[in-house]
């Protein structure tokens, strides 16, 4: 190879600054070591180009060379080691991290995909796959919390606290209860949405609970303790004197458990009067009489 | 390992501001990134080599600043990839030779196929 900078640069010897500077910038590009790591001959090449360049590009050692006062040569720069001497130590990981290529496991994908996703080795640890499902769950259990084992698809059986409180169509996360991980991955996670069955005669209004009451024609005119139904069991409850249909008690603190706050909602106890299920004759000798002289108009507010 | 103002005397053709802000901006990663107040960063030997090779983009090579980290990004890249590929030769050089061969067969037909 010539030693001739100007040979070297591929410029006439009368080219001007500019020209040498565009020259070598093109060869640079071309040439660089660390553009080209996969080149052994190249660092010489490059090196020569950047002598020439050292030499020519200062107008006045250019001038010493083209009188012949120093030669090509021992103008090379000290050894320089390139990039490319170190770009595939270890300690170059922390830049191929940025590159998302440092970390094992971007070696093991980059092999995997070599071996068409099936790497000689194991499969890569993933996270198994969420699963969704709908449950229905008692008006009580809702209520009060329960924890239930169910099962679902695939014979898979999970463990379930339904917290006191929980919505309707509310969705519970299970960690880890979907499907299972390939090689030592998490499991995924299962979504319940609770669908809360309808009650015989509780039904509920946010965390109060309202349920209408039958009572007696005695219970309604003489008041009087009786036995009502809660979502914790029956309590006794004190209905006054002349309670109509209609009437509503409140039973407080017998609602539904608020999950926020901790305090429970009230349960709301509409009373409705019921006559015996038969004609009475004795009940109507009784009304009789009384009405004789009590007669009233409970439909004077409908004008009729 | 070398100090930020020892890198700036050593390379020679990058001054403080500049080295500082192709560090923050993660050009360069120091091999002991200065995380205390009081600590300086410290360069390796791979490190300088690598701010070497910044200056001969932005100065040689005319690279504009804007598009030098799509080069260092392309570059990181490339030697990732041949880190790897290392790793498999080598791995492929312990295989017996009936394989290593065959493997070879198969990488010529399918450069053939141009694929």
Redesign the interface.
């Known amino acids: 190879m010539s030693d001739d900078p100007y040979t070297l640069l591929g410029v006439a010897r009368t080219a001007s600054q500019d020209e040498i500077k565009k020259a070598y910038r093109k060869l640079a590009k071309e040439l660089h070591p660390d553009l080209n790591p996969g080149k052994a001959d190249i660092e010489e090449r490059f090196k020569g180009i950047t002598a020439a360049y050292d030499l020519l590009s200062d107008p006045e050692r250019r001038g010493r060379f083209d009188r012949g006062e120093i030669d090509a040569s021992g103008q090379e720069r000290p050894q320089q080691h390139y990039y490319r001497d170190f770009a595939q130590d270890p300690s170059a990981g922390r830049y191929y991290a940025q590159e998302g290529f440092g970390d094992e496991e971007s070696l093991h994908s980059f092999f995997s995909d070599l071996f068409g996703g099936r790497g000689p080795g194991p499969r890569p640890r993933a996270r198994g796959a969420d699963v969704a499902y709908t449950l229905p769950v008692d008006f009580l259990d809702a209520a009060k919390g329960a924890k239930k084992r169910v099962t679902i698809a695939d014979n898979h059986t999970i463990d379930l606290t339904i917290p006191a409180g929980v919505r309707d169509r509310q969705t519970l996360r299970l960690k880890g209860q979907g499907l299972a991980g390939f090689e030592g991955g998490p499991a995924g996670d299962a979504y319940v949405e609770v669908h809360i069955q309808p009650h015989a005669y509780f039904e509920r209004k946010d965390n109060d609970v309202q349920l209408e009451l039958p009572v007696s024609l005695a219970e309604a005119v003489l008041g009087g303790r009786i036995q009502v139904p809660t979502i914790d069991g029956p309590v006794s409850m004190n209905v006054p004197k002349g309670s109509n249909t209609g009437a509503t008690l409140r039973l407080r603190g017998k609602g539904i458990l608020d999950p926020r706050s901790g305090k429970r909602g009230d349960q709301y106890v509409r009373l409705r009067v019921v006559l015996p299920k038969a004609p009475d004759a004795e009940l109507e000798a009784l009304v009789e009489q009384w009405a004789k002289d009590h007669a009233y108009n409970p439909r004077a507010e409908m004008g009729s | 390992m070398k100090t930020l103002s020892e890198v700036v005397l050593v390379v020679g053709r990058v001054d403080r501001v500049e080295l500082h802000s192709w560090v923050e901006r ?1 050009w360069v ?1 120091p ?1 002991r990134p200065g995380i205390e107040p009081s600590a300086e960063p410290a360069f ?3 490190d ?3 701010v ?2 910044i200056c ?1 983009l932005r100065h ?3 690279v504009e600043e804007e598009t030098v980290p799509l080069m ?2 392309l ?10 590929m ?3 030769s080598s791995a492929l050089q312990q295989q017996p030779e009936d394989v290593r061969r065959a493997i070879m067969e198969l990488v010529e037909a399918s450069q053939r196929r141009g694929g």
Not at chain 2, 75 to 84: E, I, P, T, V
């Open positions: 993660g990663v091999e390796s030997e791979l300088v080599a690598r070497r090779l001969d040689d090579l005319a260092l990004s570059l990181d890249q490339l030697y990732a990839m041949r880190r790897h290392t790793a498999l």
